[in-house]
């Protein structure tokens, strides 16, 4: 069974860039379509990015055109670029396959951006 793990997150001021990772422990070349989300504090889970295996990529409103979202199969790795952050954008980033699959959700990076 695949396990992700996610990494990269940390403190940042704002308009700062993170680079989060996702590392899966088994192939994701079969799964088309894979995904970042996060959980701010008190609120729900929300899905941030998707990129399916052939490269097509689809963005949240609130993250379109500061947040880049790739892959690399060979490696079995996704990545999520972000720049320009802002306060609002603090929680805990996950990724998953696209939809999300209860038994794949990971620890998650924290991500706080303040100054």
């Known amino acids: 069974q695949v396990q992700l793990v996610e990494s990269g997150g940390g403190l940042v001021q704002p308009g700062g860039s993170l680079t989060l990772s996702c590392r899966a422990s088994?192939?994701?070349?079969?799964?088309?379509?894979m995904g970042w989300y996060r959980q701010a504090p008190g609120k729900q889970r929300e899905w941030v990015a998707v990129?399916?295996?052939?490269?097509?990529?689809n963005y949240a409103d609130s993250v379109k055109g500061r947040f880049t979202i790739s892959r690399d199969n060979a490696k079995n790795m996704v990545y999520l670029q972000m720049n320009t952050l802002k306060p609002e954008d603090t929680a805990v980033y996950y990724c998953?396959?696209?939809?999300?699959?209860?038994?794949?959700w990971g620890q998650g990076t924290q991500v706080t951006v303040s100054s």
């Open positions: 998953n396959f696209h939809p999300p699959s209860r038994p794949y």
């Open positions: 088994g192939s994701i070349f079969s799964r088309n379509v």
């Open positions: 990129v399916a295996r052939g490269g097509f990529t």
